[in-house]
């Protein structure tokens, strides 16, 4: 599990806009007023198209409600741990031709060794560019790409337990906001059955 691979989710305005919803949605599940006019389990609310009317199922608010919560949990998870490169350029190819041609040595030395530190495996392959850099203070165009992606791979792959759980987070939220519409499509189907 890769952060880019929540780059999509993480970075959506409804993503970010979901964060609001679950203190909306307690003002409007948890109000008084509201609460008293979805007393009962549910409510029949006639449609503007015929004499057909729509189940309005209260526990499907609870369902909306709880997976906006989610999803609000999971999307401030993303935005507080999610480093901001992977925010800003999705794969690997965009950070290094946004940042190949004009990294300084400096910071590419400070990329080796923060790739290293957060991935000790990638040595073998980061080591030899930035000793090649070191000695010579030449940096050229494949030693700076061999840098940028393993600096990248080792940032995008921060945060394992976090990640997972953002994940599973947005999984859950995204699954209850699903369950009102599969219950309506059975109710459609069982009614069309029944006829």
Same mark, same amino acid.
């Given at each position: 599990?890769?952060?880019?691979g929540l780059r999509f989710v993480g970075n959506s305005i409804f993503s970010k806009a979901s964060i609001l919803m679950p203190v909306i949605g307690y003002l409007i599940i948890f109000d008084e007023r509201i609460a008293g006019f979805l007393s009962a389990n549910s409510t029949v609310i006639p449609s503007l198209i015929g004499?057909?009317? #729509? =189940?309005?199922?209260?526990v499907n608010l609870y369902y909306y409600y709880f997976g906006f919560l989610s999803i609000g949990i999971a999307s401030l998870i993303y935005q507080a741990f999610c480093p901001t490169i992977i925010k800003q350029h999705g794969t690997e190819l965009d950070f #290094?031709?946004?940042? @190949?041609?004009?990294?300084?040595?400096?910071? $590419? +030395?400070?990329?080796? !060794?923060?790739?290293? /530190? $957060?991935?000790?495996? /990638?040595? @073998? /392959?980061?080591?030899?560019?930035? $000793?090649? &850099? !070191?000695? %010579?203070?030449?940096?050229?165009?494949? +030693?700076?790409r061999t840098i940028l992606f393993e600096y990248y791979?080792?940032?995008?792959n921060r945060y394992q337990l976090v990640l997972w759980s953002s994940s599973v987070i947005y999984a859950a939220g995204a699954t209850s =906001? %699903? &369950?009102?519409? &599969?219950r309506g499509v059975l109710r459609v189907i069982a009614t069309f059955s029944t006829s």
């Open positions: 599990m890769r952060w880019s004499d057909e009317t #729509i =189940i309005y199922d209260v #290094i031709s946004r940042h @190949g041609t004009n990294t300084s040595v400096a910071e $590419l +030395l400070h990329m080796a !060794q923060e790739a290293i /530190r $957060l991935s000790p495996m /990638r040595k @073998g /392959r980061v080591m030899p560019a930035s $000793l090649a &850099i !070191q000695e %010579g203070k030449v940096k050229t165009v494949e +030693l700076s791979e080792a940032v995008d =906001i %699903g &369950i009102p519409s &599969i």
